[in-house]
C-alpha cells in the first residue's frame, strides 16, 4: 500500500495548473480594466484600447511535515523492534495564483485621431498606472488603427449598400400609399367645407335676397382724377417757391409743403415770411376737417409755379447768385449800375443779397455747420478787418483744431490785399448759400 504522503504529492500536483491560468487571467483582466477606465478620462470614450499579457511565477513550493498521529483518549503505544510508529502527512503549498508576476506586455492601440502629444502623455501615465518596470522585462507596445467606425466599413462594401438602397426604396414604397391617401382625404375635406360655405351662402341669399331686390343699384364711380404733380423742387431753387408762395394763399403753401419730401418742406418752410407761415400753419391744422382744392386749381398753381421757376432761373435768380458768388466790390459796382436803370430790380437785389457782415444773424447750429465747410485760410483771410462781434461768433462756432489755425492767421495776416480777403468771404457766402439751399443753414 502506498504511503499516504505520497498520493497527497500526486493530487497535489494534477491541481497545479488550473490556479495558475486562472490567476493569469484574472491579474490581465483587472491591468485591462484600469488601464481602460484611465484612457477614457484622457483620451475619451473608445479611441483607445489596451491589451494586457502576463507571466507569471507558476513555480509550486511545498513544504511536508510529519508527525505521529494521535488517537483519540490514548497515549502513543511503546515501540516495538522491526514495528514502525504511525505518521501523518501534512503539506503547506504556495501555488501560482499567489506568485508574483515575472513580465508583462502591454499594447496600447490608439484611434489615428488622437495626436501625438495626448498619445505620448497617455502612455507616460499608463506606464505608471501598471507600475511597469523595464529591469523586470516589461514593455508597452503602441499601436493605431480605427476604432468605433465598423458602419463606415459596412457602407463601403457594395452589398450592404445596396441593402441599403433596397431598404430605402421598400420603406418608399410602404409610405407613398400613405402620402396618397393623405392627399385624397385633404382634398375630400376641402370639397366639404366648400359646400357648407356654399350652403351658408344659399341660406344667406335666401333670407337677404327680397330686400336686396328692391334697392336701387349704385351709381357707377367716376375715374379717379390724375394727381397733379409739382414741378421740380429742390435745394437750389427753393427761394425762388418762396418768393413766388409771397403771393398766394396759405393753402396754396400747404399744397406745396405737402408734395415736398420732409427734408425740403422743412428748409422751405423756414423761408417763408412771418404771415404766409402762419396762414400755411392754421391750413396744415384744419386740413383734415376741410376738402382738398379742387384738382383745376391745383394744376393751375403747378403750371405758374413752373413758369415762373423757368422764368427767374434765367434772370434775376441767376444775377442773384452770380453776385452772391462775387467779391463785394464787385456786387456793390453791379447793384449801383442798376439803379438807374432798373431802380425797383436793383432795390430787390440789395435787400435779398447775402452779406459777410448778415452771417452775424445766424445761429450757432448753422455757423457749426458753415465751420465745418471751410478751411483756417480761408476764414483768416475772411475774418480780416472785419467786426468784432462777428468774429467773436464765428471763432465761438470753430472747434479747437481749427481755431488755432485762425488765430494763428489772424496774428500772422498783416498786409493781406483787399482782393484776397474779399475773395475769401465771396467764398465763404458761396458755401453758406448752397447749405442754406439743402436746409442745413439759416439766418435769425
Known amino acids: 500500500m502506498r504511503p499516504l504522503w505520497l498520493l497527497a504529492l500526486l493530487a497535489a500536483q494534477a491541481a497545479g495548473p488550473a490556479p495558475a491560468v486562472e490567476g493569469k487571467l484574472r491579474y490581465e483582466a483587472a491591468a485591462e480594466g484600469k488601464a481602460g477606465r484611465l484612457l477614457d478620462e484622457l483620451l475619451g470614450p473608445r479611441r483607445a484600447r489596451v491589451f494586457v499579457e502576463a507571466t507569471l511565477d507558476e513555480s509550486v513550493t511545498e513544504e511536508t511535515v510529519e508527525r505521529p498521529a494521535p488517537e483519540a483518549g490514548a497515549s502513543d503505544p511503546p515501540s516495538l523492534p522491526g514495528f514502525q510508529r504511525r ?22 492601440v490608439a484611434d489615428p485621431s488622437v495626436p501625438d502629444a495626448e498619445l505620448r502623455k497617455a502612455q507616460a501615465i499608463l506606464w505608471d498606472a501598471l507600475a511597469l518596470d523595464r529591469e523586470r522585462g516589461d514593455a508597452l507596445r503602441v499601436a493605431r488603427a480605427p476604432l468605433g467606425e465598423s458602419w463606415r466599413k459596412l457602407w463601403d462594401s457594395p452589398r450592404h449598400r445596396l441593402l441599403a438602397a433596397a431598404a430605402a426604396g421598400l420603406a418608399g414604397l410602404l409610405l407613398l400609399p400613405a402620402l396618397l391617401a393623405s392627399r385624397a382625404w385633404g382634398r375630400r375635406r376641402e370639397e366639404r367645407r366648400e359646400l357648407r360655405l356654399e350652403e351658408r351662402r344659399r341660406s344667406l341669399q335666401e333670407t337677404v335676397g327680397p330686400v336686396l331686390d ?9 375715374p379717379p382724377e390724375r394727381a397733379v404733380e409739382l414741378p421740380a423742387v429742390n435745394g437750389g431753387n427753393l427761394r425762388l417757391v418762396a418768393r413766388f ?57 403747378s403750371e405758374d409755379l413752373d413758369a415762373f421757376l423757368q422764368q427767374e432761373a434765367s434772370g434775376p435768380a441767376l444775377l442773384e447768385d452770380l453776385l452772391a458768388r462775387a467779391p463785394e466790390s464787385m456786387r456793390e459796382e453791379v447793384i449801383r449800375s442798376m439803379r438807374s436803370q432798373a431802380p425797383a430790380a436793383a432795390e430787390r437785389m440789395a435787400v435779398e443779397l447775402l452779406r459777410f ?8 447750429s448753422s455757423l457749426v455747420f458753415l465751420a465745418r465747410e471751410v478751411t483756417s485760410e480761408e476764414l483768416g483771410l475772411a475774418l480780416q478787418g472785419c467786426a468784432e462781434p462777428l468774429r467773436e461768433r464765428l471763432l465761438g462756432a470753430l472747434p479747437d483744431a481749427l481755431k488755432g489755425g485762425v488765430l494763428r492767421r489772424l496774428r500772422h495776416g ?27 443753414v439759416r439766418l435769425l
Open 87 to 108: 505518521r501523518t502527512l501534512a503539506a503547506k503549498r504556495r501555488s501560482a495564483a499567489e506568485a508574483p508576476v515575472r513580465r508583462v506586455l502591454v499594447t496600447l
Open 214 to 222: 328692391v334697392q336701387a343699384s349704385p351709381a357707377a364711380l367716376p
Open 245 to 301: 408762395l409771397e403771393s398766394r394763399s396759405g393753402s396754396a403753401a400747404r399744397w406745396v409743403l405737402r408734395s415736398l419730401q420732409p427734408d425740403a418742406a422743412a428748409a422751405l418752410f423756414r423761408l417763408l415770411s412771418d404771415r404766409l407761415r402762419a396762414e400755411a400753419a392754421c391750413e396744415m391744422a384744419k386740413a383734415g376737417a376741410q376738402p382738398p382744392p379742387p384738382a383745376a386749381d391745383l394744376r393751375k398753381l
Open 357 to 364: 457782415e448778415d452771417l452775424e444773424r445766424a445761429d450757432s
Open 414 to 440: 498783416g498786409g493781406v490785399p483787399e482782393e484776397e480777403t474779399l475773395k475769401a468771404r465771396a467764398l465763404i457766402l458761396s458755401r453758406w448759400r448752397d447749405l442754406e439751399a439743402a436746409g442745413k
